[in-house]
Nanobody, 120 residues
Framework: QLVESGGGSVQAGGSPRLSCTAS????????MGWFRQGSGVEREGVAA????????YYADSVKGRFTISQDNAKNTLYLEMNSLKPEDTAMYYC????????????????RGQGTQVTVS
């Protein structure tokens, strides 16, 4: 089970942090990440990290602004979001899968319920 938190209404330029707490199945050999779904736009994989090794992926739209990290002791995934823009407004979902492509496509085996981020 993946549970997101940290969303809300933010002013442009803001820097919220999203959290995703994982429970249940072990994710030690998975890719974990975030994808987003905005209104009227295609689903977009935002960032992902390989839980073993820590290699990361970022969408071009967020490179240099977002940082994904993990705290294995707390079974928690984070997404630090900086310099937010109105176009970052979306529902953000935490996801986990054995394949990076599935996380990036928003088609991961495991996903949370999402947390809304609204930038104005």
């Amino acid at each position: 089970q993946l549970v997101e938190s940290g969303g809300g209404s933010v002013q442009a330029g803001g820097s919220p942090r999203l959290s995703c707490t994982a429970s249940g199945n072990g994710y030690s050999s998975y890719y974990m990440g975030w994808f987003r779904q905005g209104s009227g736009v295609e689903r977009e994989g935002v960032a992902a990290i390989r839980t073993a090794g820590g290699s990361t992926y970022y969408a071009d739209s967020v490179k240099g602004r977002f940082t994904i990290s993990q705290d294995n002791a707390k079974n928690t995934l984070y997404l630090e979001m900086n310099s937010l823009k109105p176009e970052d407004t979306a529902m953000y979902y935490c996801a986990a899968d054995g394949a990076l492509s599935m996380v990036v496509r928003g088609a991961a085996r495991y996903r949370g319920q999402g947390t809304q981020v609204t930038v104005s």
